[in-house]
């Protein structure tokens, strides 16, 4: 449960999405299982549990607008367009939670990955998930800045176009064994991450 922050409060309109972020008190008392999928402890369980384990957005739960720029099925998708299980399978695999900045970082390293991004198509991401997209889900300069060191590792992620594998032929894996597969050394990104 929400801890008395109104997300829909005028109050909150001047903020960072990661200040609103960390105001948003979560009940660890929750019915909800909590998973922690950048912790080690997953490590050893298969991509499969994990996923299963994880408690994840619906399709429904993401905003039109970022459905239409984001969503592979959109005519208008932008090139890293990811399906929200692929996505969700990337945040396990790169061993990244949903703060902004871990966000900021895995949409950037999506859209330096894939082959088809030009520079026009960054600039115009930029535009809507800064001044476009839902209060909620707009970046700030700071996270703008996070998904630019994710872009950039993403160009240099030696698997490509990664937003179109098909995850589902891994779920037998562990974690380890398919962050090895891919190469994924989060120590490489993880420090960046939390200095900015």
Known sequence: MLQQLNWTNQAIANQ???SVYQQA????????????????AIA???LKSVYQQANLDEQSDIPLVIRLFENP?????????????????LHILFGLGVTPKQEAFLIGLTMGNDDQTKSWHVKLFKFLSRFIYPLNYQFSLEEL??????FEYG????????????FEQFY?????????????????????????
Request: glycine share 4%; hydrophobic share 35%; aromatic share 6%.
């Open 16 to 18: 960072t999405l990661e």
């Open 25 to 40: 008190d979560l009940d660890e008392q929750s019915d909800i299982p909590q998973l922690n999928w950048t912790s080690k």
């Open 44 to 46: 050893n369980q298969t």
């Open 73 to 89: 099925s959109s005519p208008m998708a932008l090139p890293g367009k990811i399906s929200l299980h692929n996505h969700d399978c």
């Open 145 to 150: 800045r996070i998904f630019d060191l994710g």
């Open 155 to 166: 160009k240099q992620f030696k698997r490509r176009n990664l937003n179109l594998i098909k």
């Open 172 to 196: 037998d894996l562990t974690i380890k064994e398919l962050r090895e597969l891919f190469g994924v050394d989060r120590n490489q990104y993880l420090e960046v991450i939390d200095a900015n």
